[in-house]
């Protein structure tokens, strides 16, 4: 059975470094687009990051040059280094790819 588990979430004051990871089974991760949600408190599930197929990716606007999504296709894992964090980047991250979510992972960033 396909299956998305996240990793790497905590506590971290602002201005600290995360860095999420996304392990897959059953998918193959460099045969889809991958991305990174996030859900805060209150508001709707938002987009962060993609990585396409052919290595191409899109962020967030207000994650551009702070964060960065990777793959390792011999891990079979997605990540996401999370640097420059700030209080409004608290949420639950989540993994999506290949018709599959992860259960998210919590992330604090305090002030």
């Known amino acids: 059975q396909a299956q998305l588990v996240e990793s790497g979430g905590g506590l971290v004051q602002a201005g600290g470094s995360l860095r999420l990871s996304c392990a897959a089974s059953g998918i193959i991760v460099g045969a889809f687009s991958m991305a990174w949600f996030r859900q805060g408190p209150g508001v709707p599930r938002e987009f962060v990051a993609i990585?396409?197929?052919?290595?191409?990716?899109s962020y967030k606007d207000s994650v551009k040059g702070r964060f960065t999504i990777s793959r390792d296709d011999a891990r079979n894992t997605v990540y996401l280094q999370m640097n420059s964090l700030k209080p409004e980047d608290t949420g639950v991250y989540l993994c999506?790819?290949?018709?599959?979510w992860g259960q998210g992972t919590q992330v604090t960033v305090s002030s």
């Open positions: 999506g790819g290949g018709g599959k």
């Open positions: 990585i396409m197929r052919d290595n191409n990716t």
